[in-house]
């Protein structure tokens, strides 16, 4: 059965920072890019970051370009976002999630690339 599941949210004061896991299984890890994404209450799914399947591109939206870094373990099937200098309209909860197609050598920041994603981790950053 293929998953993912996230963890790391919780709360945390600006400027503050959080490391969140998404741990992979059911499927072969290091055969697909993966990112993430979020999603605030009202707002539309908002692309973050994301990972080639051999690491060798990174990419991330702008709001977050210098304050979150994502990396990923393929021994451990499992893919990280750092994210440091947290601020309020950095609250939503955050998604891992992976796009199908196997050895992609690119990925998008674009909400429709996900097609596949886990259950969600809440982040509130609030003082």
């Known amino acids: 059965q293929k998953q993912l599941v996230e963890s790391g949210g919780g709360l945390v004061q600006p400027g503050g920072s959080l490391r969140l896991s998404c741990a992979a299984s059911?499927?072969?890890?290091?055969?697909?890019?993966i990112g993430w994404f979020r999603q605030a209450p009202g707002k539309e799914r908002e692309a973050v970051s994301c990972?080639?399947?051999?690491?060798?591109?990174?990419n991330y939206a702008d709001a977050v370009k210098g304050r979150f870094t994502i990396s990923r373990d393929n021994a451990k099937n499992t893919v990280f976002l750092q994210m440091n200098n947290l601020k309020p309209e950095d609250t939503a909860i955050y998604y891992c999630?992976?796009?199908?197609?196997?050895?992609?050598?690119?990925?998008?920041?674009?909400?429709?690339?996900?097609?596949?994603w886990g259950q969600g981790t809440q982040v509130t950053v609030s003082s």
């Open positions: 999630g992976l796009n199908w197609q196997p050895h992609l050598g690119r990925c998008a920041i674009d909400p429709d690339w996900f097609e596949y």
């Open positions: 990972i080639t399947d051999r690491m060798r591109t990174t």
């Open positions: 059911g499927f072969f890890f290091d055969s697909y890019a």
